[in-house]
């Protein structure tokens, strides 16, 4: 029996465990969740809640075993089908480097990056709220602290986050980033040690599979005219909390 994965690539962390799984050709079914359509495992699905028990994608089925979290699910596929050594490597130090990083994304670009793109696109065009100028410039700044420690105190001068191969620190934060093109934001305009991390990065990956883990979500602001917003009312309270 193979590896169910449980995915919607409109989600930053289903890309990483997408491209990781076909880029080690790690065999998997691809179990597809539509966050947008209303398929919606956090509140709706009660059957996913076996599999996940937090109720989020991504989420990964192995015969009896289930397991959620992407960090979590791709060390155990990592684990499994015995992946190259880059991308969690088995020295120290580099693997602490990864990890600091794992660590890190978390509440700094994952956080950061999410709000600009709901502030940018989903709150406006699906649930026709304004926001806020003060709110926006907020949340640009705290964006692009975020990019600068990526490019400071992460790469440096380095080609990738912890060296010369790509790891799962550049892969979870690849991800993160492309998310704000999807919203209309260019941030490796002017930021060309940026720009030429991600073209290593998209050749790692290989360009094939690259876009197509990121043509849905590069496509997102088109897809929002097919969206039914009756669909995200269940979901509205939540992030004007999260957001405002």
């Not at 890309?15 to 359509?37: C, H, T, Y």
């Not at 596929?77 to 990083?101: C, G, H, I, M, Q």
């Not at 050749?203 to 690259?210: N, P, Q, R, T, V």
């Amino acid at each position: 029996m193979v590896v169910e994965l449980y995915l919607d690539l409109f989600s930053q962390p289903c890309r990483s465990v997408f491209i990781f799984a076909k880029k080690n050709n790690i065999p998997f079914e691809f179990k597809k969740v539509s966050l947008m359509d209303g398929e919606s495992p956090v509140e709706v699905k009660d059957e996913f809640g076996k599999i996940s028990k937090i109720r989020k994608v991504p989420a990964l089925r192995d015969g009896d075993f289930c397991l959620a979290e992407s960090v979590a699910i791709m060390l155990y596929l990592a684990e499994k089908f015995r992946t190259p050594d880059r991308w969690y490597p088995a020295d120290l130090r580099l693997r602490s480097r990864v990890n600091e990083f794992l660590s890190w994304q978390h509440t700094a670009i994952r956080m950061h990056g999410s709000k600009m793109f709901w502030m940018r696109l989903m709150i406006p065009k699906i649930m026709g709220i304004d926001v806020p100028k003060e709110k926006m410039d907020g949340a640009l700044e705290d964006l692009n602290a975020s990019l600068n420690l990526i490019e400071e105190n992460f790469l440096q001068d380095r080609p990738f986050i912890v060296g010369d191969q790509m790891s799962l620190a550049d892969l979870v934060a690849i991800v993160e980033i492309m998310q704000l093109l999807g919203a209309g934001l260019d941030v490796f305009e002017g930021r060309p040690k940026l720009s030429a991390w991600r073209d290593r990065v998209q050749a790692s990956i290989g360009k094939d599979l690259f876009d197509e883990a990121h043509q849905a979500i590069l496509g997102a602001q088109d897809g929002m005219k097919q969206v039914d917003p009756s669909k995200l009312e269940l979901f509205k309270p939540k992030i004007l909390r999260l957001f405002f």
